[in-house]
């Protein structure tokens, strides 16, 4: 059980442009999803945490315009970097959470170059 | 002060060696805490979650001590397949934000 899952797990795009990127439970709700970045050698960074319904609350120095989260649904939130630049390219994780519990499950990543 | 420290490592230690990971948290209020490994290029993936009595799952022991806000992971026997980075995470309620740690490198050489 508490499998998430991520798409893309790759991709690739021009600068200026948008990628979404989404993130589902498959077998439970998550009532709260979590996005965060990893540069190289880096520790898990937290962008921000959205609960089902309600706007996301993103980290000091991270731009809510920039980077949209829509968490419309118990199974799906959705992160998309608008008008990538190549600062932008990382590896970018999800993670979700069942109401009542304190573990989080973790997508597998997507990897973003953007050139 | 960061909010999570850990060992800075990285540790290489041989087959069937027993290493301990350490990791303090600034939070005295924070509620749950977890112990993560995460492979090269991976996501992370729970290992343990870590309660007051302290927990053991297998090789892998795990210890909270809430007075001096300190969290531990001792692996016995290392197996090759232990070789990754160890993630120390701390987080309130369920809907405060979760901090992880800097990450613990372990290598087990044969």
């Known amino acids: 059980g508490a499998v998430v899952s991520q798409h893309p797990s790759r991709v690739i795009c021009k600068s200026g442009t948008s990628v979404k990127i989404e993130c589902r439970s498959l077998?439970?709700?998550?009532?709260?999803m979590f996005w965060y970045r990893q540069f190289p050698k880096q520790s898990l960074m937290l962008m921000a945490t959205s609960n089902e319904g309600s706007k996301a609350t993103y980290e000091q120095g991270v731009e809510k315009d920039k980077f949209l989260i829509n968490h419309a649904s118990l199974t799906l939130s959705t992160l998309t970097v608008t008008s990538a630049h190549p600062e932008d390219s990382s590896f970018y994780i999800c993670?979700?959470?069942?109401?009542?519990?304190?573990?989080?499950?973790f997508g597998p990543g997507t990897r973003l170059t953007v050139t | 002060r960061k909010e999570v420290e850990q060992d800075p490592g990285p540790f290489n230690v041989p087959e069937g060696a027993t290493v301990a990971f350490n990791c303090t948290y600034s939070n005295s209020a924070s509620q749950s805490f977890f112990w993560y490994r995460q492979d090269c290029r991976k996501e992370p993936k729970l290992l343990m979650s870590v309660y007051s009595s302290g927990n053991e799952d297998g090789r892998f022991t795990a210890q909270l001590n809430r007075a001096s806000q300190y969290i531990s992971l001792l692996i016995r026997d290392s197996k090759l397949s232990d070789s990754a980075t160890y993630l120390c995470?701390?987080?309130?309620?369920?809907?405060?934000?979760?901090?992880f740690g800097p990450g613990t490198s372990l290598s087990v050489i044969p």
């Open positions: 995470v701390v987080r309130g309620t369920s809907y405060d934000k979760v901090i």
């Open positions: 077998d439970f709700q998550a009532t709260t």
């Open positions: 993670s979700a959470s069942g109401q009542g519990t304190y573990e989080q499950y």
